[in-house]
Each structure stands twice: as structure tokens, then as C-alpha cells.
């Protein structure tokens, strides 16, 4: 019987695929990791108390293994620090695009070889192909749900061991499976679309806590260099926000962040649409896709449809797009993700 490991969140994801793995004939690891520490918090406890119930719950219901692992040092070094870094130097950061490969595959991966299985799954809507031999990320039938933009920085060898039971699913055939399988009780919890080492707690005042230097005051100045306000910290603040309490009277956003000056540029909405977009430390898993002058798709954000675009340049270090639609407030640290029909060809940071 093969062997698999999953990564068991509580949730109605997770645990449908654990069945769905079970009647494959798979014998089921589940794995839930403690990401934070909730000492001094109530939130994070209420949290982490329900995802160890939950996962039990889960575990009991199916008679699978279980076990959950204290993560809690990994996660800091590689999503939190850079979660904070990112504001602090003005960009969007986006800490689920890096804790996928850097964490979580990593630790279901060491977990696989610790309990003799072959195999990674977890209950992500995605799926995988393989094409002239190598393995490539795919979108998920559901395409409200896709997770592929998130996933898109796992590599081949993360790829090819990793099985999606949900790839070909839709949302309301994992709610009707749940309740085939006995899990009726995960079909109306309600999903987390927060930050999940923030439950319930905005960012802004973590920082605040965390990192005072965050909250230090600076110039809003409009397209001309003008100063037209203040802000309370570069941190708070992203590309596309429309700015509150200004003395003009029409409305202006942020256009532009400039951390090495503490200044925040304000402007109309208009001219956030852009057509240009420059992708930083660009990763091309199907090298023959990038090519000047060549078409392809690119989404900039998880829930937003790819948009076509034309190579304009290419080089290891910075790609050019022009956009055939132009995008509303690209920011600097969000991924661009590249599709060629629905396979993830490669991808790289916003620039």
C-alpha cells in the first residue's frame, strides 16, 4: 500500500482529501503544524485550539494517523521576518507565495521520509501535468477557488512527489463528498481568508507592536512633489489605497512609495491603470515560453483573471510586459505569475 503524507489544516479542504486519498487505496500521515506561538494572545490560541480540535475530529472520523509538529521557529525566519521586512522597505508583501515551498513542502517533505511515505498531498485547489518530460503546476478545475498563483514557486522536484486530490473538483462537490464521508460538521465552518498568524488582529497594529519604527511619520506629496498631508508610517499604506482625510477635495491614492525618504506620492485613480509591468528575479520553469516579442498570460493577483501581454524583454534578472488591458495598481513585492494555457510556465516578483 502506498504512503502518503497530508498536510491537515481542520478544514473541509484537507479533510475531503484524506477520504478521497483513503479510497484511492492510500494509507494516510496527516500532519497540522503550529506556525506561531500564542502566548499573550487570544486570538491565536482561540485559533490554534480549533485547528488541533478540528484536526482530531478529522483524524478520528477517517482512522487515519495524526500528529501535529511545532513549526513555530521556521515560520518566523522565513514568513514572518520577511512579512515585516517587506512593509519596511514599502512593497506588498504576499507570505503564502514563500511559506508554501520554504515551509510547508518542506516540512511534509522531511515528515514523508521520517514516516517511510512516497508521497506528499495537501487539499489545495490545483492540479499537475506533465509535458516533454517535465512536471508543471496546473490551474484547479474551480477556477473562484484556483490556488495555483499561490503555489506557483514550488519546484519540479516539490512538484512531481505532490499529489492534488482536489485538482478536479469543484467547491460544492468537496461540501457533498464531506457529507458522504461523515464530516457534516466542516461544511458551514466558516473559511479563513485572513492573514493566519494574524487572526483577527490588522497588521497595522502589529507592526505598530512589533516594529515601532514602522509608525514613523512622513510627507504625502501629490504628482508635482507638493506636499498635501501626512502619513503615519510608509508600512500602512499600499500601492492603490485611496488616502483618507486630505485637504483636497477630490480623491487621490497612493501611487508610489519611497521608503529610503519616508514619502508616500498621491494621485488620481486614472493614472494607476498601468500597461507596462517589470518582473524582478524572474523563474522560467518552460524556457521556450519566454520569447521578445511572444504572447503570454500573467495574473498578478490570486483572484484575478490572467491578463494577456507581450514579452517586450527578457533577461535572468527583469522581464518587460506590455499589457493588452491595463492593471489597476500593480505593487512592488506581489507576485506575476506566468500561465501558458493553464500551466504554470513561471513567475517572479513585481518590481
Known sequence: MKRVVLGLSGGIDSAVSAWLLKRQGYDVHAVSFKFWDEENDF???KALYHQHKDALYIASQLNIEWEEIDATQLFSEIVIKAFADYYL??????PCINCNPLVKW????????????GLIATGHYAGITQWNGKWFLRSGKDNIKDQSYMLWKLSEKQICRTIFPL??????DVKKIAEEAGLSALVNKQESYNICFLPRQDYREWLKTNYPESATEGAIVNDSGNRIGTHSGICFYTVGEELKNLPQQKRLFVNHIFPDINVIEATEKERLYQYELKIVFPSMYLPEHFVEGSETMVRIRGKERPHQAVFESISNNMISLKLSDPIFAPSKGQSAVFYHQ??????GEIG
Open 342 to 347: 493553464d500551466c504554470v510556465v513561471g513567475g
Open 89 to 94: 522597505q514599502g512593497k506588498t508583501p504576499n
Open 167 to 172: 485538482a478536479d473538483l469543484l467547491k460544492q
Open 43 to 45: 486570538y491565536r490560541a
Open 106 to 117: 518542506r516540512l511534509l517533505s522531511e515528515m514523508a521520509k521520517i514516516r517511510d511515505c
